[in-house]
C-alpha cells in the first residue's frame, strides 16, 4: 500500500485521486496538471499559477544546478522562495537532456541530492528515456540500466521528499508492463510513463494508449500514474480513461511562443482566428485581433494564459466526468474531434478487459454515441458475466414484449445484447441508445446472444429482433429460432444461409 496516494473515485481507468505531498504539506487532487516552469525563461509569473488552478508545478532541477546564478538562489531561497510558488514543486533531472544531448555531467545520486536540498518536493532519478521504435535489445539494455539507478535512488537519503520511478521500455507493451512491475516493487513514490513525447509530437496517440495500458498493468491500482510531457488538452480526457493522474503542460507556453491557441479539439493558429472560441478571461476581454495588435511578449503573455485556462478548464471537465460516470462520454466526444485522438480511443478499447475491472459496476447512464461505444467495457463486462446465469429449457430473447410459452424471457438490447428483463433498471441496461443503431451495436449484440447460447447448451432459444441486418444475425448460432417482430418473419438463423 502506498499511504500518499488514495483513489477517491474512479470511472473506467480514470481516477479523482488525493496525493499527499509530506514535504510541501499540500495535497494535491489528481487528474492534474503540472505547468511547466524554465527557471531561465518565465512566461507567467508562477505566484500566478493558483488563479489558474494549478496545485503543483515542475521545473528542471539540472538547468538550476548548471547555471551558477539559479544554483545559487535556489541553494539560498529554496526552489518555493525563487520561484515564489507555496504549492507542491516536481523536479526533473535532466534526463530530457540526455535523450536531446547524448550525455548530462551528473548521476543520480548527486542529483537527487541536489533537488533534496533546493527544496524540491517530488524528485527524479536520472533514468534513460528511451525513444520509441529503437531495436528490442537497445530498449532492454536501457531498461536494465534505468532499473539500476531506480535501485540507487531507493538507497539515497532524501527524508520526506517523494522520489520518481520512471517507467520505460520504449514501443515493447511487454517491456513497459515489465518496468512498470519493477517500479512498483521499489520503495519511490510517483510513476512517471516516460519517453512518450516522441509519441505525442506525432499525435501517434493509439501507440501512446498501447504503451500506458502495459504500463498501467506491471503498476498496481494505487500507484499514482505521471503521463510525462502530455500537455495537449485534446487528449486529457483520453488519457485519464487510460489511468493517468499527473500531466505536465510545456505546450502552454511553447505553443504560445509561436502565436498558438490551444483548444481541445486541436491547436489553433492566432493568425487564422477571427473570434476566440472560449469563455476564459483572455477571451472574453480581448479580439483576435486585439492580441495580433499587441507586441510580441503581451501576445505571449495573453496566448499563455488562455492555454492555461483552456487545460484547466478541460481538467475539472474530466474531473467532474469521473464522478458522474460519464468520462468515456467525454472521451469519445473529443475522439470524434480529431482522427488521432479517435486512435487513441480505439486502442483504449482494444484493452477494454483491462480497464473493465476498475470500472464502477453502477453509475450515470450509459449513452451509445458512435460505434465505438458497442466496444466499452460495460459491454464487455456484462458478455463476460453471461455465465453467472442458469437458465430453463425454453427463452425467448425479446426486444419487447413477452410470451408465456417460454419458461422464460429475457430482454435483448444493442449493443449489450441479452439480459434478464429484472435488471432492466439497472446500469448498464437503462443505455440511452439512438433510434437508428449501427452494424456494431447489433453485431455486439448478437455476440452476446451467441455466447449465452454457448453457455447453455441444453436450452432452446428463439430471438425476437426488431429488423437486425444480416451482419448481425451471422454471428447468432443456427439453433436460434429467429422471428423478426417488424415483419413477423420466422426464420432459423441467419448463419445458416451463410454455411
Ligand atoms: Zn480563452
Not at 487532487?29 to 489558474?52: C, K, Q
Not at 473570434?275 to 511578449?297: E, I, K, L, N, S
Not at 463476460?384 to 410470451?403: C, I, K, Q, Y
Request: hydrophobic share 35%; net charge negative; charged share 25%.
Amino acid at each position: 500500500m502506498r499511504d500518499h496516494f488514495e483513489v477517491r473515485a474512479q470511472d473506467a481507468g480514470g481516477r479523482i485521486g488525493d496525493l499527499t505531498v509530506p514535504r510541501a504539506g499540500v495535497t494535491v487532487e489528481t487528474p492534474t496538471l503540472m505547468p511547466v516552469v524554465n527557471p531561465n525563461i518565465i512566461t507567467v509569473d508562477p505566484a500566478r499559477f493558483r488563479e489558474f488552478g494549478a496545485e503543483i508545478l515542475i521545473t528542471n532541477s539540472y538547468i538550476i544546478k548548471n547555471d551558477a546564478d539559479l544554483r545559487e538562489r535556489a541553494l539560498d531561497e529554496g526552489l518555493h522562495g525563487m520561484l515564489d510558488f507555496d504549492g507542491a514543486i516536481m523536479t526533473d533531472s535532466g534526463s530530457f537532456q540526455l535523450a536531446e544531448y547524448g550525455e548530462i555531467d551528473t548521476d543520480t545520486e548527486e542529483i537527487l541530492e541536489f533537488q533534496h536540498a533546493i527544496g524540491s518536493d517530488i524528485g527524479t532519478p536520472v533514468d534513460i528515456p528511451t525513444p520509441p521504435d529503437v531495436p528490442r535489445e537497445r530498449a532492454e539494455e536501457e531498461l536494465e540500466e534505468t532499473q539500476r539507478r531506480l535501485e540507487l535512488a531507493e538507497t539515497v537519503e532524501t527524508g520526506e521528499m517523494l522520489v520518481n520511478a520512471p517507467v520505460q521500455g520504449s514501443t515493447y507493451p511487454d517491456l513497459r508492463e515489465a518496468a512498470g512491475r519493477h517500479a512498483e516493487h521499489t520503495s519511490l513514490d510517483v510513476f512517471p510513463v516516460g519517453a512518450v513525447v516522441p509519441l505525442m509530437n506525432d499525435y501517434r496517440y493509439g501507440e501512446m494508449a498501447d504503451v500506458v495500458a502495459a504500463a498501467k498493468r506491471g503498476l498496481g491500482r494505487d500507484a499514482p500514474v505521471h503521463l510525462f510531457g502530455a500537455g495537449h488538452p485534446m487528449m486529457f480526457a483520453l488519457a485519464a480513461a487510460l489511468g493517468c493522474d499527473l500531466f505536465d503542460s510545456a505546450a502552454y507556453a511553447l505553443y504560445a511562443r509561436d502565436g498558438r491557441y490551444l483548444t481541445v479539439h486541436g491547436t489553433e493558429h492566432l493568425d487564422s482566428l477571427q473570434y476566440f472560441p472560449c469563455g476564459c478571461p483572455v477571451c472574453t476581454d480581448h479580439t483576435p485581433d486585439d492580441v495580433q495588435r499587441m507586441p510580441d511578449a503581451a501576445q505571449e503573455e495573453l496566448l499563455a494564459e488562455h492555454n492555461l485556462h483552456v487545460s484547466f478548464t478541460e481538467l475539472r471537465r474530466v474531473k467532474q466526468a469521473i464522478r458522474q460516470g460519464s468520462l468515456l462520454e467525454l472521451v469519445e466526444a473529443r475522439a470524434h474531434a480529431h482522427p488521432r485522438v479517435l486512435d487513441g480511443y480505439r486502442a483504449f478499447l482494444d484493452h477494454a478487459g483491462q480497464y473493465e475491472q476498475s470500472d464502477p459496476v453502477s453509475k450515470d447512464t450509459f449513452y451509445y454515441t458512435s460505434p465505438e461505444s458497442a466496444r466499452r467495457p460495460e459491454v464487455v463486462r456484462h458478455r463476460e458475466r453471461l455465465d453467472r446465469f442458469s437458465l430453463p429449457e425454453t427463452v425467448l430473447l425479446a426486444e419487447s414484449g413477452t410470451d408465456d410459452d417460454f419458461d422464460e424471457t429475457w430482454r435483448v438490447r444493442p449493443p449489450l445484447g441479452p439480459y434478464p428483463r429484472e435488471l432492466a433498471t439497472s446500469y448498464p441496461f437503462t443505455a440511452e441508445v439512438p433510434e437508428r443503431m449501427d452494424d456494431a451495436g447489433y453485431e455486439a449484440a448478437a455476440k452476446g446472444v451467441s455466447r449465452l447460447v454457448a453457455l447453455n447448451p441444453d436450452t432452446e432459444f428463439t430471438l425476437a429482433h426488431r429488423d437486425w441486418p444480416a451482419r448481425a444475425l451471422d454471428y447468432v448460432p443456427p439453433r436460434v429460432e429467429l422471428v423478426n417482430l417488424e415483419t413477423g418473419h420466422t426464420t432459423a438463423s441467419g448463419a445458416e444461409d451463410d454455411a
